[in-house]
């Protein structure tokens, strides 16, 4: 386990009669081979298995057979080179999904109602009551940048609040009449006012949100209201071009940001950190007590399936 697991999964584990090894390895130590040693390796986004690093552990007697990610995104794991030294990779996928469906309403209401920068002032001993007028989300579109299971968590809070749901996601076709489904990622941003991402970082997507795309938003709602434009993202860093989202905070063209995940993390030297524009959290989607313990749940599932010769349900290069 490099990145750490929850107490009472260990423990299932371990009485399941599993040896468990709780320890963090550097880069360096990865491509020395450190984990050819173990049958099976749980990482979180904070352990990265490159190509260099899978082939460095798969080679000359190695035992490794699973990489489990704790977590939904597997951008941190070269799946091509797992396949390619037949080993298997599972994630998480359902454990954390309310925990960051609740951490993306939370980001969009709290930057549109400029919650976090009040806290900021008052300690600062600033009352800026007059400075602090915010917009309400009742009546505005929510784009929604992939349509999976987080996001259709987040649409449902959002309808309840009153927003109608925009969603692009060339990879889901739906039916459903609640929402309104667009062609490109272009014409969503035409046509929402707040937008919030949740798709897998990829070739396809890196940097897809770029200056230009956030300047075709419209800044009034539909509802006539000038409420100005804000973007979530709670997905992966790196699917947001940082320099062109410090270019529209500082210029106008957007209102707000919020972000839960970095390009580079961690991120405490990033310029956006200066606006007062900018909100942020240091990519704590999954870290709820309740997620930690189901993502567990779901590890000591995927163990007993694969120590059992069976191919886990949530593995990735079946």
């Known amino acids: 386990m490099t990145d750490g697991i929850d107490l009472d999964a260990k423990k299932s584990l371990q009485e399941l009669g599993h040896s468990v090894s709780e320890k963090h390895y550097s880069n360096e130590d990865l491509i020395?081979?450190?984990?050819?040693?173990?049958?099976?390796?749980?990482?979180?986004?904070?352990?990265?298995?490159?190509?260099?690093?899978?082939?460095?552990?798969?080679?000359?007697?190695?035992?490794l057979s699973l990489i489990i990610r704790a977590g939904v995104g597997v951008d941190n794991i070269d799946l091509s080179s797992a396949s390619e030294y037949s080993v298997l990779v599972c994630n998480t996928p359902s454990a954390s999904t309310n925990a960051v469906v609740e951490l993306t309403i939370g980001h969009l209401i709290s930057s549109c109602r400029r919650i976090s920068t009040g806290n900021k002032k008052m300690r600062e001993g600033v009352w800026a009551k007059k400075e602090l007028r915010g917009s309400e989300l009742r009546g505005k579109n929510l784009g929604l940048l992939g349509y999976g299971r987080i996001a259709r968590g987040v649409a449902d809070i959002a309808r309840s609040i009153g927003m109608k749901i925009h969603a692009y996601d060339p990879y889901i076709q739906s039916d459903q009449n609640d929402c309104v489904f667009h062609d490109s990622a272009e014409s969503l941003f035409s046509s929402c006012t707040h937008i919030s991402i949740h798709c897998f970082l990829s070739e396809e997507t890196r940097h897809l949100v770029d200056y230009e795309m956030i300047s075709l938003m419209p800044q009034i709602g539909v509802d006539g209201i000038q409420c100005g434009n804000h973007i979530v993202n709670c997905a992966r860093g790196g699917i947001i071009d940082e320099e062109g989202l410090y270019r529209a905070l500082t210029n106008g063209k957007l209102t707000t940001a919020s972000l839960d995940v970095f390009e580079v993390e961690p991120a405490i030297k990033s310029n956006l950190l200066q606006l007062d524009s900018f909100q942020a959290t240091p990519h704590i989607g999954a870290s709820t007590n309740e997620a930690q313990s189901r993502i567990g749940q779901e590890i000591v599932s995927i163990v007993q399936s694969h120590s059992k010769g069976e191919t886990p349900d949530s593995c990735l290069n079946k």
């Not at 020395?32 to 007697?61: F, H, P, W």
Request: net charge negative; charged share 30%; glycine share 4%.
């Open 32 to 63: 020395d081979g450190c984990i050819s040693e173990y049958d099976i390796v749980v990482i979180r986004s904070a352990t990265k298995l490159t190509a260099d690093v899978i082939k460095a552990n798969s080679e000359n007697y190695s035992k």
